[in-house]
């Protein structure tokens, strides 16, 4: 079993920035990758971005590209996503998954998930 849990969201005014963090527990030994998706109101859930455990190699949704970080603290088992430049439609509530498989970008491939944490961007 991996336990995750994410911490950081919160309100935020448009261009400002936020950084989630998401801590690893238990089991760590059976994640390969580690990614980050966001649901928003009335809408499902998509992938906002990924790094796999051993290389490194990042990806991201196209929509937060150049405006999204993701990294990893491989000693503390933690991953974090720093937002800049944050929009109005940056604002859903934000999950952190473990995945057994590098390079995944797909829901459906990731075995473990945290509670989420909420992040809202105002005007």
């Known amino acids: 079993q991996v336990q995750l849990v994410e911490s950081g969201g919160g309100l935020v005014q448009a261009g400002g920035s936020l950084r989630l963090s998401c801590a690893a527990s238990?089991?760590?030994?059976?994640?390969?990758?580690m990614g980050w998706f966001r649901q928003a109101p009335g809408k499902g859930r998509e992938f906002v971005a990924s790094?796999?455990?051993?290389?490194?190699?990042?990806y991201y949704a196209d929509s937060v590209k150049g405006r999204f970080t993701i990294s990893r603290d491989v000693v503390k088992t933690t991953v974090y996503l720093q937002m800049n430049s944050l929009k109005p439609e940056d604002t859903a509530v934000y999950y952190c998954?473990?995945?057994?498989?590098?390079?995944?970008?797909?829901?459906?491939?990731?075995?473990?998930w945290g509670q989420g944490t909420q992040v809202t961007v105002s005007s």
């Open positions: 238990g089991r760590t030994f059976s994640s390969a990758a």
């Open positions: 790094i796999n455990r051993y290389g490194g190699r990042t």
């Open positions: 998954a473990s995945s057994q498989w590098t390079d995944t970008y797909s829901p459906s491939e990731y075995n473990y």
